[in-house]
Every structure is written in C-alpha cells, then in structure tokens.
C-alpha cells in the first residue's frame, strides 16, 4: 500500500493524462509548435556546437605562433632567411616553413586549400596521423604525393582512382598520387585540403625556393606564448603574429557572433510562443473555468488544481522537448543543418560542403530547457493559479 | 445544531461601486437528520445562502457554524477540506465533466484524499449499484440521459459519505417521474441520517411529505410568514 501523499500524486497525475486526453487536439497542436520552436532552438545550438568542436579539433594542431610578410597591407612570400634571424629568440621549440594557398578547379567550379610544410620537422608530426581517415602524410622522401579532404575525393572522383593532377601556373599539368584522406571530425578545415610537400607545392604555384607563404613557430613553454609574439613582431616589424589562441577566439567569435544573432530571432520566437501560451492559459475557455470550478466545489484544494495543470504542462512541455531536439540532432547529424547552414557558415556553403558531427552538452541541453520549458510551464500554472484562487461560487449560480 | 447562522450577512464587491449586499442578517437553524427547502425568487439570494452553507465561502459578517466549525475568517484551504469533509453538492446543471466517464465522474471528490484506484471503484460500484446505474459506468457523462445524470450527480454527492447533502434545484430538468424518483431517494438518504438543504421552486419537492421545514428567502432576508 503506498502512503496516502503519493498516491494522492499519482491519482492527480493520472487525472492530468485524462484531462490531456480530453482535449487532444488543442494540447497535441500547442505541443507541436512548442517542438517547433524548441526544435529550432536547438539545431542552432548543436549546430554551433558542431562547428565550435570541429574548429577545436583541427585547431588542436596548429603552430603556436604563425607569421607572415605584409607589404602595403597585404601578404606576400616571406623569406626562408627569417628563419636565422628567429633562432636569435630564446624560447622557440622550432620554425617550419609553410605553403599555404588555393587552387581553383575550373572544371569543377571547387576552391581546393594547397598546404604544405615539412611534416618531419614538426614536433608532434605523429599525431597529426589521427587527423587522417586512413594513409600517411606525405614524406619528404615521397615526391608527388598528396592527402586529401572527403570532398576533394568526391569532386575530382577519386574513390576508385588514386592520382589525379593540378594545373601550374603556365597551364602544365603536375601529377600526384594519393597518399591518404581527412576524416571526417575535421572536415570544416580539411574538407577541401590538400596536403603535400613543400617541394611540390612550390613547384605547382611557381614560388621560389628561398620562400614560403608563412613561417610556423612552435614554443617550448605555452605560457611564453604571448611573450614571444612580441619579440617577434618587434625584431620583424614587416610581419604579421598571429597566435593560436587569436586563430581560436576568430572561429569561436565568428560562429559565436552568429548563433547569438540567430537565437535573438528564436529567443523573439520563443517569446511570441510565451506570450500566445500565456493568452491561452489566462484567457481559459469557458468549458476549462467550469471544470476548475466544479473542481473546487468537490473539494479540490488550489494546490491540487495547480499540481494538475503543472503535470499537463509539463507533459505537454517535457514531450515538445525531448521531440524538439531529437528533431534538432536529427538535424543536424543526418541532414547536415540544411535549414540553417547557411546562417551559420555563410560562404563556406557554397563550396565544397563538408559533414557536421553534432556536439550536445548537458550544458546545452539545460540551455534551450531554461529558455523553453521553464517560461511555459511560467506561462500555463500563473494563469491557472489565478482562475484557482477564486471562489468557485459561480457553479452553484 | 448541526447549521447555524447568526446575523449573517455577505457583500460582494466590498468597498467597490459594484457593490451588493446578498444577505442581510439572516438567522437560521437547521437540526441534523432533517431534510429542509430553500425557496425564493431568482436574485432573492438562495445561492448565496447556499453557498455559505456550503462552505465556498465564509460570510462577510455575523456567525456561521457548520457541522460543529466556525466558518468566518477560515481560510480557504480549511474551508475547502471541511466542505470535502462534511458537504455534498447536487446541482441544477448537474455539472458533471461530459468527457469523462460515468465512473471517473463520481470518484472525481475522492482523488485530492489519496485513495487508490481499486477502493475508489469499488466505493463508486456501490453507489451505482444502490442507483441502479451500473450499465452506465463507463459511458461519458455526456452521453447518458437527464435522469442518470441526475443520479450520477447524487453518486459523486455520497461517495466521501457527507453527512450534509445540499441540492440547488434538483429537479429543474426532470420530468415529474423521475422528479418523484429524485425525493425518493433523498428520502432515502434522510432515513440513512443524512441532512438534506434543497433549494426549489418546485411544489413537487416542496409539498413532498418528507421535507420537515420551508425557509423562504425574499431581497436577502429569511420570509418568516
């Protein structure tokens, strides 16, 4: 036999399913728009999650201090000779030249990233290899080898096939064979790469032998990060430092920036929604006011009509909630945020398209649970509680 | 005494320009175990004084006592579980919730006190039973006819065993068949020791053997004759 106060909860929780029954078409259609705007809510959140992670994980490799020469406010190749002058700065782990550049497909209307640098003088070059699908980077050793992202592979038709060939500058073809592909947990920056040797890069975009693109620095101490940028930037004042940190805080303000905007828009939604609930809620129909009224003069005590319409709220809430972001992951995982990509990414839709891993945190879940179910179950009770208080004298009438 | 009001007055709207005194002073006694009717005219302030007796709320001024408690400045949460404890309510519209089921209807007061399911149907197949409604116990209220949800109605007023049953004109949709039938079992009830307050215009209910006292209420006052 279970104590009286829990089955007195079960009876109102019950009584709370049959009262939803009842009226299954106004609750269903509430509950559908409630997974709408709950949906939306948190595509944009595991979307930008998605992006954030990604951004992570590819940025997890990249150099700790990365410079280029600027002359008359644009990048140009920067000389190999800087190299000796950066050895003079106590602190530098080491300083690998890189070639960092885009090719243009013309057949097949793609943008390709070209990166190249010397993958055995890095210091962490083995674990680069967990970047990668299957393969190896290319060795120095290896001529006229090539990774390449999932996307290259689809545009130049390279599941079967494993060489393909890039134009050079004066319309010769140079060919490589393909040494290994991304995975797909980087693809928002590998998805159109093409990594190969320094030698081959140079030799495809007609860059002399004494230059690269940009020269990459790897510190011995992280926490001497910041400092050694500044020594950098002051005894080469033609360059520009970029740190890691700076290139992390740029993707995370960039998608930051907009998945705030967009959840202003769905906040505006979300609100709307409050609103109309609230109206719904306040303004009961007349059938709802009788049936509290009759309630109350059976001997409903306030409390237990507010606990009733608290558990249809929150069934009504918790079922719009779990379907909303299983809608959401859906979304997101299998149908790659096409409803929102574009909001989110903005040019880098156009080409080549790349797949997302949604990334959901407990965090993100008690997020859009604050700003959707919290406000409703607000936005249902108070009105209910208001029509509750009063006497329910006008059944006798 | 089991009901007794003292110089009992309620206003509605107190203080505000729409303000209405419904009763005025009103004195009154009613025994145990005694079935009384309530008459007056429409706006004279039967529901008011019924409503009082009922415990939905308390009198603006004056004494009321109900089944042994005081019911002026009881908050509503006591005036609430005294009116669950002591009261049953039969009325004109018999106010029963037309989706849901004969059977959940007449449960309906004794969800708030914890009972389980089996014992609440058990108590509610008795009273069907003892009113000859057991064919209906799952059809929706709705869908029953006038008489049956009349005697629905008078199920979920004895289904927590009050001693008090108040009924706000009874037998206003019934033909005089089942109007008979109605005071047959108020009769009934009267018998079992239960007291009985009916509020009617009916000559049926008020010229009926069993009815011990008539109180008549005219602009807020008891009528004495």
Redesign the interface.
């Known amino acids: 036999?279970?104590?009286?106060?829990?089955?007195?909860q079960l009876?109102?929780l019950?009584?709370s399913l049959?009262s939803l029954w009842?009226r299954k078409l106004k609750n269903l259609s509430i509950m559908l728009v409630f997974a709408l705007v709950i949906f939306l809510l948190g595509s944009f959140q595991m979307l930008t999650g998605a992006l954030t992670s990604s951004a992570e994980a590819v940025l997890e490799n990249t150099p700790e201090i990365t410079i280029q020469k600027m002359s008359a406010g644009r990048q140009e190749a920067i000389p190999l000779a800087y190299i000796e002058k950066l050895r003079s700065i106590y602190g530098i782990r080491a300083v690998i030249p890189r070639i960092w550049g885009y090719y243009f497909d013309e057949s097949n209307l793609a943008n390709f990233t070209i990166l190249a640098l010397e993958l055995g003088s890095m210091p962490f070059d083995s674990n680069l290899n967990l970047t990668l699908a299957h393969g190896h980077f290319p060795k120095k050793t290896e001529p006229g080898t090539a990774v390449i992202g999932r996307s290259v592979q689809d545009i130049l038709g390279l599941d079967k096939r494993r060489t393909f060939s890039l134009f050079r500058p004066d319309l010769s073809l140079k060919s490589f064979k393909v040494v290994g592909v991304f995975s797909q947990q980087t693809d928002l920056l590998s998805n159109d790469l093409i990594v190969m040797n320094l030698t081959d890069a140079r030799d495809l975009f007609g860059i002399p032998v004494s230059m690269a693109t940009d020269l990459c620095i790897y510190v011995a101490n992280p926490t001497e990060i910041e400092t050694i940028a500044k020594k950098i930037a002051v005894l080469l004042p033609d360059t520009r430092v970029l740190t890691k940190s700076q290139i992390q805080k740029t993707y995370q303000v960039v998608f930051s920036w907009r998945s705030g905007l967009a959840s202003i828009c769905l906040l505006t939604a979300l609100v709307a929604f409050a609103i109309l609930a609230w109206d719904k809620a306040s303004g009961l129909s007349p059938e709802e006011k009788?049936?509290i009224g009759?309630?109350?003069?059976?001997?409903?005590?306030?409390g237990?009509i507010l606990a009733v319409r608290f558990w249809e709220s929150t069934l009504v809430s918790a079922l719009a909630f779990i379907i909303g972001c299983t809608a959401a992951y859906i979304h997101v995982a299998f149908f790659d945020a096409s409803l929102l990509k574009a909001v989110m990414v903005g040019w880098s839709v156009i080409h080549p398209p790349f797949k997302l891993l949604p990334s959901v945190t407990l965090a993100d879940l008690l997020l859009i649970f604050t700003f959707s179910v919290l406000p409703f179950l607000g936005a249902t009770v108070i009105p209910a509680w208001r029509c509750a208080?009063v006497?329910?004298?006008s059944?006798?009438? | 005494m089991l009901i007794e009001l003292d110089n009992t007055t309620k206003i509605y709207n107190q203080g505000k320009p729409n303000e209405v005194t419904a009763l005025h002073g009103v004195n009154l006694q009613i025994e145990g175990r005694t079935m009384v009717c309530l008459q007056g005219a429409s706006g004279s302030g039967k529901s008011t004084l019924l409503a009082i007796i009922g415990c939905v709320f308390p009198p603006t001024s004056g004494r009321a006592s109900i089944a042994g408690k005081q019911l002026s400045r009881m908050p509503d949460r006591f005036l609430t579980i005294h009116r669950r404890e002591k009261i049953g309510f039969i009325f004109q519209q018999f106010n029963l919730l037309p989706r849901l089921s004969v059977l959940d209807n007449i449960t309906l007061p004794l969800l708030p006190l914890g009972i389980s399911p089996r014992e609440r149907k058990t108590k509610a197949r008795k009273l069907l039973g003892q009113l000859s409604i057991s064919h209906r116990e799952n059809f929706p209220a709705g869908q029953i006819s006038g008489g049956e949800m009349q005697r629905v109605a008078i199920a979920r007023a004895l289904i927590n065993n009050q001693p008090i049953i108040l009924a706000d004109e009874p037998t206003a949709h019934l033909d005089s068949r089942l109007s008979m039938e109605f005071m047959q079992i108020m009769t009934d009830l009267k018998a079992s020791g239960k007291t009985i307050i009916i509020a009617s215009h009916d000559t049926l209910v008020s010229e009926h053997p069993a009815i011990d006292k008539i109180i008549n209420i005219k602009d807020g006052r008891i009528d004495v004759p």
């Open positions: 036999m279970l104590p009286k106060g829990l089955e007195k009876n109102i019950d009584f049959t009842r009788r049936e009759i309630l109350k003069i059976l001997g409903w005590e306030t237990d208080t006497p329910p004298d059944v006798i009438r």
